[in-house]
């Protein structure tokens, strides 16, 4: 099975910031991977697909990047709704696999 | 608007059973994939099973398989798990979750049911 491994798993910031969360593959998966956000008590939420596409009514302030076994989801200028735990999903084969997690908290 | 609701969910017991549902609208239920995606309390995101859109080939993670059966009737738009020898670990909110058409086992999930809670505990 393919492991997904994010960091950091907590990140504190601020309101405006730039925030980076890392997501690495044991394998290759191209660039299948997808990045989801999910609120407390909430389903979680697509943000990006095929690694850097961006899913339709999804601002652009998100972003994507990475292929192989690295991989970054990006947001400029966090804003207060951005706070929230972010998850890496791998779908290049079956079982396909989550990452742990990463939360962003106001600093 | 794709709505996707599930239902079955609640308290059982060590080893008993349990069946639930997923209503889906707002999209063409039979041309999509369909997924059963877990978080235990606290915990992070676990995928637990699919099924492609005829429903001819299913696929499990190997900490249900053997004990969950997923199915699916297109005429209902109805999306099932049913979930056998239900241990304390099986404790966890459980979602459906749509695949994107024509995924071809390169299968994320564009949207998710608002998800139901599963507790196994005498």
């Known amino acids: 099975d393919i492991q997904m491994t994010q960091s950091p798993s907590t990140l504190s910031a601020s309101v405006g910031d730039r925030v980076t969360i890392t997501c690495r593959a044991t394998?290759?998966?191209?660039?299948?991977l997808a990045w989801y956000q999910q609120k407390p008590g909430k389903a979680p939420k697509l943000l990006i697909y095929?690694?850097?596409s961006l899913e339709s009514g999804v601002p652009s302030r998100f972003s994507g990047s990475g292929s192989g076994t690295e991989f970054t989801l990006t947001i400029r200028r966090l804003q207060p709704d951005d706070f929230a735990t972010y998850y890496c999903?791998?779908?290049?084969?079956?079982?396909?696999?989550f990452g742990q997690g990463t939360k962003v908290e106001i600093k | 608007e794709v709505q996707l609701l599930e239902s079955g969910g609640g308290l059982v017991q060590p080893g008993g059973s349990l069946r639930l549902s997923c209503a889906a609208s707002g999209f063409t239920f039979s041309s999509s994939a369909m997924s059963w995606v877990r978080q235990a309390p606290g915990k992070g995101l676990e995928w637990v099973s699919a099924?492609?859109?005829?429903?001819?080939?299913?696929y499990y993670a190997d900490s249900v398989k053997g004990r969950f059966t997923i199915s699916r009737d297109n005429s209902k738009n109805t999306l099932y798990l049913q979930m056998n020898s239900l241990r304390a670990e099986d404790t966890a909110v459980y979602y459906c979750?749509?695949?994107?058409?024509?995924?071809?086992?390169?299968?994320?999930?564009?949207?998710w049911g608002q998800g139901i809670l599963v507790t196994v505990s005498s």
């Open positions: 099924i492609t859109s005829s429903g001819g080939s299913t």
């Open positions: 394998q290759i998966i191209s660039s299948w």
């Open positions: 095929k690694a850097s």
């Open positions: 999903q791998q779908y290049n084969s079956y079982p396909w696999t």
């Open positions: 979750a749509k695949v994107p058409p024509l995924s071809h086992l390169k299968y994320y999930f564009d949207y």
